[in-house]
């Protein structure tokens, strides 16, 4: 994986949630509810249809139970070949990494308790929106596709490999924001945790390559 690629994801993460917590959050949320392209069919249906095809309806730990066994067995028997072994590695480190992201991203949906914004717009009232057993911070679909992708394109040679792989997870927070299920910080702060974990997951992956090799 591309340390250089990581990095800079992580930092435009990081600045993305800050000027959301002290800027954009609210007056974003208000723009697009009073714009008249909330709740937008196109995203709402395509966002099921690709949470029905990664497997999120089924479960958030099925995707990366899945790039772990692949992942696991593809480099068992790729040992002929380079290229090979580097793709069940970068599917190993998918799976990895998704799953330290959900995981710290369950920890985080308990211990911030933020609203949503469908629920403070309903309500009326935005005195309160932080530990009141809340799901809003970090973002699940987040920490989800960016999990699973932001690996994927820090493993792929092309940038519009890289570009192609991102554009799930950035549609994938887009319709959560459209749909009134998350504030900015709340998609970006699962990106950075994503990308923080695909960090800390390289030097774990690049000895196992010199090991197996």
Request: hydrophobic share 55%.
């Amino acid at each position: 994986m591309s340390r250089r690629f990581l990095v800079i994801s992580a930092l435009i993460a990081a600045i993305t949630m800050v000027a959301g917590l002290l800027v954009f959050d609210t007056p974003l949320v208000l723009a697009i509810h009073g714009s008249g392209i909330e709740n937008l069919p196109l995203f709402a249906n395509t966002l099921h249809v690709l949470d029905s095809a990664f497997g999120l309806h089924a479960s958030y730990w099925l995707a990366p139970s899945v790039c772990l066994t692949l992942g696991l067995v593809a480099a068992y028997l790729s040992t002929a070949s380079r290229l090979s072994r580097a793709l069940a590695i970068a599917i190993v480190s998918a799976g990895l990494v998704q799953a330290a992201t959900i995981a710290l991203m369950m920890l985080g949906k308990s211990t911030f308790g933020r609203l949503r914004p469908a629920q403070l717009l309903e309500s009326g009232d935005w005195s309160v929106t932080w530990f009141v057993g809340g799901g809003s911070f970090p973002s699940g679909h987040s920490a989800f596709y960016f999990g699973l992708f932001l690996p994927l394109a820090a493993s792929a040679p092309r940038m519009w490999q890289r570009a192609a792989l991102l554009v799930f997870p950035l549609f994938a927070v887009s319709a959560r924001i459209d749909l009134g299920k998350h504030f900015l910080s709340d998609v970006a702060a699962s990106a950075l945790v994503a990308a923080c974990m695909a960090l800390l997951v390289i030097p774990l992956m690049r000895r196992w390559q010199g090991r197996a090799s």
